[in-house]
């Protein structure tokens, strides 16, 4: 079974608008976290925001948001004010319980490619 | 404070040939985990090092190796190059423990792109 999954490969939004991307995940742990990170074409991946699985509030940093759902095991990203800059692609992953001796995989996504219309 | 940085950024190869790829962590980081991200896929973990040793490993062949060196820098190294090895290689680093939850995980470098002909 997918660990994260990404349902949209593309995705187009009018800039100044905002735009959710999709992500749900599967883990038995109840011990994780969630990230989500941008990767333009220049291929760095770019930390955007986390989420624990024991936080209480949403997630936000500046124009990003995470809509956090527990129970649907759904971790959604939302744009808010969409800019031309914003288009690339965009990952979820996951973090499990830290492994003992300090393993730390995460696991990603496939990904969405956002793209910004002027 | 500096970032990841990987080295080449570019690269091509024949077949059966042998690699080596770099990889300078983030100031005070002591983790390193290397993933391989083919054409329109997300990134895959092929290991981490921590504190000098292997203590993770992906779905990856043995012909995958690695090595970190004291300053935490790293190193991966393919062997036997195959046409599906092409694709951009990441380098992560991180602080390990609860360290990795408190800096929000990877600082990731920019990648090396690697094509095997």
């Known amino acids: 079974a997918q660990k994260i999954t990404q349902t949209q490969p593309g995705m187009f939004v009018q800039e100044k608008e905002a735009v959710t991307l999709d992500c749900t995940y599967d883990?038995?742990?109840?011990?994780?976290?969630l990230f989500w990170y941008k990767q333009p074409s220049s291929g760095e991946m770019i930390f955007l925001i986390y989420?624990?699985?024991?936080?209480?509030q949403n997630a936000t940093e500046g124009r990003y948001s995470l809509n956090f759902q527990k129970a649907r095991k759904s971790a959604n990203l939302v744009i808010s004010a969409s800019q031309l800059g914003d288009s690339a692609m965009y990952f979820c992953?996951?973090?499990?319980?830290?492994?003992?001796?300090?393993?730390?995989?995460?696991?990603f996504g496939t990904g969405t490619k956002l793209q910004v219309i002027p | 404070e500096t970032g990841v940085t990987q080295s080449p950024t570019h690269l091509i190869k024949t077949r059966g040939q042998q690699v080596t790829l770099r990889c300078s962590s983030q100031s005070g980081h002591n983790t390193v985990s290397w993933y391989q991200q083919a054409l329109g896929q997300g990134p895959q973990f092929i290991f981490q090092y921590y504190r000098e040793e292997e203590n993770g490993r992906g779905n990856f062949p043995p012909r995958f190796s690695g090595l970190q060196f004291p300053n935490y820098s790293s190193e991966l190294n393919v062997n036997a190059l195959e046409l599906d090895d092409s694709a951009l290689y990441l380098c992560?680093?991180?602080?390990?423990?609860?360290?990795?939850?408190?800096?929000?995980?990877?600082?990731f470098g920019s990648g090396t792109r690697l094509t095997v002909v």
């Open positions: 992953a996951m973090r499990e319980g830290l492994k003992a001796g300090g393993y730390q995989k995460v696991t």
């Open positions: 883990t038995s742990d109840p011990s994780y976290g």
């Open positions: 989420q624990g699985s024991y936080d209480q």
């Open positions: 992560a680093s991180s602080l390990g423990g609860q360290g990795f939850i408190r800096t929000y995980g990877y600082t």
